[in-house]
């Protein structure tokens, strides 16, 4: 790894030197960024998406302002798996995953439809204000648009930013606190559930905490934790569980539910 | 073809990433391997800076242009031309940060600074053949190079409201050096020529110092070792290169002494040459 310059000689984007005084302002807080997870909710279908969807309106009409975005799943593995046989290279296989995402919000969007659902692209947050006013659903993809131009991480083919980090992002810019995933959960455990019935529920953890873990997987992609304790804005993830019913309105209403990591 | 695989409340395509953690490492090592495609691996792309030639004018921006058009006559030299931004970007950036936007909207702010030379470049070279490239067009490519058509593309990475939050300070870290080194890694490339106004690059800023040394011929490893705070080129470049597999040649010359862009562009060692030797640095 490259030693990092300290950031007092460092050139950013031609010589701008940071000010220290800088005050950051948040660009619309009140918004909940929701990601609908792909393997977790979507390639579950109707069972799992239909009850998630029916408490996102209940929130939206209670006036809480929510934007969707959409995860990838099996289809992603899928092409994922074939790019890397080819050896494409990671900007070409991150290209790919923008497509599969992109179709699982289209698909939220005819499901939310009647109650607003708006179908957004990654540069129509400036007009959130408008769609949000409205009452509108806006649901986009959870893919960062960086397509060709993401870099490559050591001993791995697959891109590093994916749709969590869309949501933790998307979160950052708006200015919103806290990033929530909704997936089939609910957040963190001791060990996979799945598999150990005595594992226990953590209900809250730091990102420093998560890491010092160093365990082979994590729930939220790794970048996101990296990235959490240097946000402006957004210092938690809250994981919550879709397939228990109330747990995506109780989040959307601010509560304590699920998994939260923290700055 | 695969049937599809249900049985666990969701509907799978078989694939070796099936029901697979994509956080998981040893997963994630299964994808990679030592190489990556080389797309385009006889292209060199040029990334003409925009403090160091555009915002000195007419002066520095004329001749280095008749050098392209001389250059263009050579139709085995393939290339794409990428610009910076300038004095404009920082201004962007200064006015930016003192009303507290976030990082993600600087980023979606500057790349309008970079376009402005890109058409100003644009409007001189198009009477010899040039045009401004859409973002990703790359497929594009084969038919620019078979008409003679220089592609000016985009520099500015499409990060935009999505930047990451900087590991230190509340700057972009990707800026149009590290854009155009991207784009070049990812198709597979010969080389990136970056030109400046400076011979090349020096162990310290020669405008400040008249003991600075420039860099010849080095490689990143030795480079690493040594890297000049005070550098012409983003450090966030370096800092991705370590871990890119195709780029494997930097050149950084100086676009106010003519010929060097030409000699660089045939091969050349001019300025300062970067190379990566082995595929991991």
């Given at each position: 790894m490259a030693e990092r310059t300290p950031v007092a000689e460092r050139k950013t984007l031609d010589a701008a030197l940071p000010r220290s005084d800088y005050k950051p302002t948040a660009v619309m807080p009140d918004v909940k960024v929701v990601k609908i997870g792909g393997q977790s909710i979507l390639d579950r279908g109707r069972a799992a998406l239909f009850p998630i969807l029916d408490e996102i309106v209940e929130a939206r009409k209670l006036g809480i302002q929510v934007v969707l975005l959409a995860g990838g799943g099996t289809r992603a593995r899928h092409i994922y798996s074939i790019a890397s046989e080819l050896e494409m290279p990671t900007g070409v296989v991150a290209t790919l995953g923008k497509y599969i995402p992109m179709q699982n919000a289209r698909m939220l969007q005819m499901l939310l439809a009647k109650h607003g659902g708006l179908y957004i692209l990654p540069d129509d947050f400036e007009k959130l204000p408008l769609y949000l006013q409205m009452g509108c659903i806006p649901v986009m993809s959870g893919m960062p648009p960086f397509g060709y131009w993401e870099k490559r991480e050591e001993?791995?083919?697959?891109?590093?930013?994916?749709t969590d980090a869309g949501v933790f992002l998307s979160a950052e810019f708006l200015g919103s606190r806290r990033a929530i995933f909704i997936k089939d959960e609910e957040g963190l455990f001791t060990d996979d559930p799945k598999k150990n019935p005595a594992a226990t529920h953590i209900p809250r953890i730091t990102a420093k905490e998560l890491t010092e873990r160093g365990l082979p997987d994590v729930i939220v992609e790794r970048v996101v934790v990296e990235y959490l304790p240097r946000a402006q804005w957004c210092k938690e993830l809250q994981i919550v569980n879709g397939l228990k019913p109330g747990q995506v309105l109780a989040a959307l209403k601010g509560e304590d539910v699920g998994t939260i990591i923290s700055a | 073809m695969s049937d599809l695989v249900g049985g666990d409340g969701r509907t799978h395509i078989p694939s070796r990433l099936m029901r697979e953690s994509l956080q998981n490492k040893k997963v994630l090592s299964g994808t990679d391997s030592d190489r990556d495609l080389q797309i385009f691996p006889d292209v060199s792309l040029v990334s003409i800076g925009?403090?160091?030639?555009?915002?000195?004018?007419?002066a520095a921006i004329l001749p280095l242009v008749d050098e392209l058009v001389q250059i263009k006559a050579d139709k085995a030299l393939k290339m794409v031309i990428g610009v910076g931004g300038g004095t404009r970007v920082r201004h962007t950036i200064a006015i930016a940060e003192d009303l507290g936007l976030p990082v993600g909207g600087m980023a979606q702010l500057v790349g309008a600074m970079e376009e402005l030379n890109a058409i100003l470049l644009n409007t001189l070279l198009a009477p010899h053949g040039s045009m401004p490239m859409q973002r990703d067009h790359f497929w594009d490519l084969p038919l620019y190079f078979d008409a003679g058509i220089t592609p000016i593309a985009i520099s500015v990475p499409p990060f935009h409201f999505w930047e990451p939050p900087p590991e230190e300070g509340h700057l972009p870290m990707h800026g149009s050096d590290f854009g155009l080194f991207q784009l070049a890694d990812v198709l597979g490339m010969k080389q990136v020529i970056f030109v400046k106004d400076e011979d090349g690059l020096y162990d310290k800023d020669p405008k400040r110092h008249k003991d600075a040394k420039k860099f010849g011929k080095i490689t990143l490893a030795e480079l690493t070792k040594q890297m000049p705070a005070e550098n012409i080129l983003d450090p966030e470049l370096f800092h991705t290169w370590q871990t890119a597999k195709n780029l494997k040649r930097i050149v950084i010359i100086n676009g106010l002494e003519r010929g060097q862009l030409t000699r660089a562009l045939r091969g050349e060692d001019v300025g300062t040459v970067i190379t990566k030797e082995d595929a991991r640095g």
């Amino acid at each position: 790894m490259a030693e990092r310059t300290p950031v007092a000689e460092r050139k950013t984007l031609d010589a701008a030197l940071p000010r220290s005084d800088y005050k950051p302002t948040a660009v619309m807080p009140d918004v909940k960024v929701v990601k609908i997870g792909g393997q977790s909710i979507l390639d579950r279908g109707r069972a799992a998406l239909f009850p998630i969807l029916d408490e996102i309106v209940e929130a939206r009409k209670l006036g809480i302002q929510v934007v969707l975005l959409a995860g990838g799943g099996t289809r992603a593995r899928h092409i994922y798996s074939i790019a890397s046989e080819l050896e494409m290279p990671t900007g070409v296989v991150a290209t790919l995953g923008k497509y599969i995402p992109m179709q699982n919000a289209r698909m939220l969007q005819m499901l939310l439809a009647k109650h607003g659902g708006l179908y957004i692209l990654p540069d129509d947050f400036e007009k959130l204000p408008l769609y949000l006013q409205m009452g509108c659903i806006p649901v986009m993809s959870g893919m960062p648009p960086f397509g060709y131009w993401e870099k490559r991480e050591e001993g791995s083919r697959i891109p590093p930013h994916r749709t969590d980090a869309g949501v933790f992002l998307s979160a950052e810019f708006l200015g919103s606190r806290r990033a929530i995933f909704i997936k089939d959960e609910e957040g963190l455990f001791t060990d996979d559930p799945k598999k150990n019935p005595a594992a226990t529920h953590i209900p809250r953890i730091t990102a420093k905490e998560l890491t010092e873990r160093g365990l082979p997987d994590v729930i939220v992609e790794r970048v996101v934790v990296e990235y959490l304790p240097r946000a402006q804005w957004c210092k938690e993830l809250q994981i919550v569980n879709g397939l228990k019913p109330g747990q995506v309105l109780a989040a959307l209403k601010g509560e304590d539910v699920g998994t939260i990591i923290s700055a | 073809m695969s049937d599809l695989v249900g049985g666990d409340g969701r509907t799978h395509i078989p694939s070796r990433l099936m029901r697979e953690s994509l956080q998981n490492k040893k997963v994630l090592s299964g994808t990679d391997s030592d190489r990556d495609l080389q797309i385009f691996p006889d292209v060199s792309l040029v990334s003409i800076g925009g403090q160091s030639i555009f915002d000195r004018g007419k002066a520095a921006i004329l001749p280095l242009v008749d050098e392209l058009v001389q250059i263009k006559a050579d139709k085995a030299l393939k290339m794409v031309i990428g610009v910076g931004g300038g004095t404009r970007v920082r201004h962007t950036i200064a006015i930016a940060e003192d009303l507290g936007l976030p990082v993600g909207g600087m980023a979606q702010l500057v790349g309008a600074m970079e376009e402005l030379n890109a058409i100003l470049l644009n409007t001189l070279l198009a009477p010899h053949g040039s045009m401004p490239m859409q973002r990703d067009h790359f497929w594009d490519l084969p038919l620019y190079f078979d008409a003679g058509i220089t592609p000016i593309a985009i520099s500015v990475p499409p990060f935009h409201f999505w930047e990451p939050p900087p590991e230190e300070g509340h700057l972009p870290m990707h800026g149009s050096d590290f854009g155009l080194f991207q784009l070049a890694d990812v198709l597979g490339m010969k080389q990136v020529i970056f030109v400046k106004d400076e011979d090349g690059l020096y162990d310290k800023d020669p405008k400040r110092h008249k003991d600075a040394k420039k860099f010849g011929k080095i490689t990143l490893a030795e480079l690493t070792k040594q890297m000049p705070a005070e550098n012409i080129l983003d450090p966030e470049l370096f800092h991705t290169w370590q871990t890119a597999k195709n780029l494997k040649r930097i050149v950084i010359i100086n676009g106010l002494e003519r010929g060097q862009l030409t000699r660089a562009l045939r091969g050349e060692d001019v300025g300062t040459v970067i190379t990566k030797e082995d595929a991991r640095g």
